[in-house]
């Protein structure tokens, strides 16, 4: 069983960064693959990015491409999300997420993390 604890989130101010942080335990080959999502109220799950286990492979979604950053620790078992030029409509609960290989793009995910709350003002 993978364990994923999503850190970072908190208040900005749009044009501002953040980082996000996910620290995986468990079997390593769960964690493969690993990416981000975000879910604001009302709207459906988004694929945000993901990360092959090198780190050497990554896709974002089309709403973050060029702000967004996903990179993997040489520890491979946590990721980052460097989040810049931050907007309100950013605004969301972001979650980690692992499975056994990288996709790029969204993917069916098979483990999943608590969530971490990106509140970005205007």
């Known amino acids: 069983q993978v364990q994923l604890v999503e850190s970072g989130g908190g208040l900005v101010q749009a044009g501002g960064s953040l980082r996000l942080s996910c620290t995986a335990s468990?079997?390593?080959?769960?964690?493969?693959?690993m990416a981000w999502f975000r879910q604001a109220p009302g709207k459906e799950r988004e694929f945000v990015a993901s990360v092959s286990l090198s780190g050497d492979y990554s896709s974002y979604g089309d709403s973050v491409k060029g702000r967004f950053t996903i990179s993997r620790a040489n520890t491979k078992n946590t990721i980052y999300l460097q989040m810049n030029n931050l907007k309100p409509e950013d605004t969301a609960n972001y979650y980690c997420?692992?499975?056994?290989?990288?996709?790029?793009?969204?993917?069916?995910?098979?483990?999943w993390g608590q969530g971490t709350q990106v509140t970005v003002s205007s």
């Open positions: 997420a692992s499975k056994t290989a990288y996709t790029a793009g969204p993917g069916e995910y098979t483990w």
């Open positions: 468990g079997p390593a080959y769960g964690t493969y693959g």
